[in-house]
């Protein structure tokens, strides 16, 4: 049995972590730390059981160390963080503040606690991304554990700075780390400012589907619940010390992405005469293509063109593989949005920020 501290937990990747934690090692206990954020999101939480949501910033580090304490935390899986590249580029500091900052202050509380006691058994889990490693040319080999950095924006570089600092903290000061660095996640509870719920919303409700630049920026989808899979695996089989690169094994140009979605969405109108009075502003409701709201808009500033995984070293060590393919996963996470209506519309329209009051007052 053990003790989980989830940083990020009500952000997109920690609360599908949390429902699949819950789901899979139901014996253990696991308490959620989130700052709330524009990202965080209660409702993304509802029905996971017996989790205990704490409130609070990684970056209170006597706040993490009394958690630690007073819990008998023994493994901690850090998600928290800002992690929209385009909001890196308007506002980078705080990402520093965030990603950087607020990875020491979780090493600071883990070393002091942790260290400090019997030797028991621990673990620091930091979840990173592919970005640090820069963008490939098309024929370059894929990122491995050995690639040299090279982020490109404010975002993938203070994740880089902050896989350093636990690597920093492996060596110096002997805390059990393990890292993980994934591609492209996608899924339920993914707030619409990414591209995929960006443009499932968009298209449902006929506005512009906002293309950056050509379109042939290539990206490796990785379902989140595969993800997930990826994460349990580090966390029961990695090596203290280690990296591993998860990756979904989809690599994809964008426009093959939104190509996908567009045919998608119309192919559900057909499927489901429902939809298209609930979308009644969906070109899909009138038997128009979705790809006629497909807009060339300027490219990101510094958009990296291509990343890819080699994750060999993750099936060869902790058994890793992805169990989704991308049109299984994308059919699901479809589905996912036209089932939640009321999960995305409460992000629209800001409901979200008072979920637990509205759920829970009569309680
Ligand atoms: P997200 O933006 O959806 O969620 C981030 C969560 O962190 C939110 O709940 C937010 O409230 C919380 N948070 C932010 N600042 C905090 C603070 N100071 N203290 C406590 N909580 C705070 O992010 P995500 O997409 O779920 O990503 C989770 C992690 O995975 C990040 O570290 C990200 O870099 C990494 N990652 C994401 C992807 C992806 O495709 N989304 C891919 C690779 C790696
Ligand atoms: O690679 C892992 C990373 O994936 C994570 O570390 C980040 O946290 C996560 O946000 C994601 O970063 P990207 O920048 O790749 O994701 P995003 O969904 O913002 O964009 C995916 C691609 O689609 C990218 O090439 C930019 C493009 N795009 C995105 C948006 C939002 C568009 O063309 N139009 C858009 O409106």
Known sequence: MSHLLVTGGAGFIGANFVHYWRARHPDD??????????????????GANAVDFVEGDIRDTALVETLLRDRGIDRIVHFAAESHVDRSIHGPAAFIDTNIIGTMSLLTAARSVWLAGDGSPHRFHHVSTDEVYGSLGAEDPPFSESTAYAPNSPYSASKAASDHLVRAWHHTYGLEVTTTNCSNNYGPYQFPEKLIPLFLINALHGRPLPIYGD??????????????????????????????????????????????????????????????????????????PTSRLKTSVSDRPGHDRRYAIDERKARAELGYAPARDFATGFAATLNWYLDNEGWWRGVLDGSYRTWVETNYAAR
Request: aromatic share 6%; proline share 5%; net charge negative.
């Open 215 to 288: 379109g042939m920026q290539i990206r490796d989808w990785l379902h989140v619940e595969d993800h997930c899979r990826g994460i349990e695996a580090a966390l029961l089989r990695g090596r203290p010390g280690e990296v591993y690169n998860i990756g979904g094994g989809a690599e994809m140009p964008n426009i093959a992405v939104i190509d996908t979605l567009c045919s998608a969405v119309d192919a559900a109108f057909v499927g489901d005469p429902t939809l298209a009075a609930r979308f009644p502003d969906a070109p899909a409701a009138s038997g128009k």
């Open 29 to 46: 206990t696991v308490t959620v730390l989130d700052a709330l954020t524009y990202a965080g999101n209660r409702a993304s939480l509802a």
